[in-house]
């Protein structure tokens, strides 16, 4: 086994080295804004080379080239690249703070006929927005039709086109479903084989769309609540706080943002908002 062919002190199957490298990072870095630093070179590795296998490729220089010209590839390999964790009810504080402080105001204007918007921005497979959707509905199906009627919507984005296409499927693993309170599981998930589905009436609230954060969003008109978790991690700070900026904009005045446990509001963003709670801020006033 020759150095060429080692990553991370490992044998590999393809040819890998640090220019190649180099190669991804800008490439993932000016696509998604994604970092892939050379402590990253594993993990790359690893995403990548069931795409090179697949295109019959014996080295990533030629999959570099080919992602180079050809667009389709170059979506498999964003997919490929991002990281999609997520679960139902992550972080189920911010749920817990938005069925308190947000939704009696909201469901009371939507009594009134007004409407409500509502962005799950990097929704990954869905878990995010249907959890959402679940809160409001709650245990009762009676209040879900009664809602299902109303001017209610979640718009939910990601970049990725295949975890989009999991996403509006809205079928888990039974494992990944037991994420959702069995109060709520109950009335909005049913059993479809080996699966959980989720309920029509809640899969019909939420428009999924492909969208990357650092390019231009074809969105009117603001939000009362927008959920951005757990992809700023994987941003600059300059990206960050552009695309901070950016989520403010697109608030409500009282809108609430809630962001990931380990994430961080820029502080030129930061007084644009009141900290509310946990990695929930409400935005203020202009
Ligand atoms: C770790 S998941 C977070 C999912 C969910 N928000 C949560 O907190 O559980 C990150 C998601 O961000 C998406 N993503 C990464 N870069 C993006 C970009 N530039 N624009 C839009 N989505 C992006 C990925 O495809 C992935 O689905």
Redesign the pocket.
């Known amino acids: 086994m020759t150095a060429a062919r080692m990553v991370a002190n490992r044998p590999t199957e393809f040819r890998f080295d640090a220019a190649d490298h180099a190669a991804i990072s800008a490439f993932v870095y000016e696509e ?3 970092l892939m630093p050379p402590g990253k070179m594993q993990l790359v590795y690893g995403r990548l080379a069931p795409r090179v296998r697949a295109q019959g490729l014996t080295n990533f220089a030629d999959y570099i080239a080919l992602i180079d010209r050809d667009d389709d590839e170059r979506t498999q390999a964003i997919d490929a690249l ?6 139902f009810f ?2 189920s504080h911010h749920f817990d703070h938005f069925l308190e402080h947000a939704w009696p105001a909201l469901d009371q204007r939507l009594a009134a006929r007004g409407k409500v918007r509502l962005w ?5 497979s869905g ?2 927005p249907y959890s959402l959707l679940m809160a409001m509905f709650g245990k009762e199906r009676g209040n879900g039709q009664r809602l299902a009627r109303t001017d209610l919507r979640v718009l939910a ?4 086109t295949e ?1 989009l296409a999991a996403a509006k499927a809205g079928r888990y693993a039974l494992d990944t479903a037991s994420g959702v309170p069995q109060s709520l599981r109950s009335t909005w998930m049913a059993r479809v084989g080996d699966q959980a589905e989720v309920h029509p009436l809640v899969r019909e609230r939420v428009a999924f769309r492909k ?4 390019e231009a969003w074809p969105i009117r008109g603001t939000f009362d609540a927008i ?5 700023m991690i ?1 941003f600059d700070d300059p990206t960050k706080e552009r695309l901070q900026s950016r989520l403010a904009d697109h608030l409500a005045p009282g809108g609430f943002l809630y962001i ?1 446990h380990s994430e961080r509001l820029a502080a030129s963003v930061a007084p644009r908002f009141a900290c509310v709670g946990r990695t929930t801020f409400q935005k203020v006033a202009a």
């Open positions: 998604a804004g994604i991002t990281t999609n964790h997520t679960s992550r972080e799950s921005a990097a929704c990954s878990e995010e984005t990601d970049l990725s975890i969208l990357n954060l650092l959920f951005c978790r757990n992809v994987y990931g």
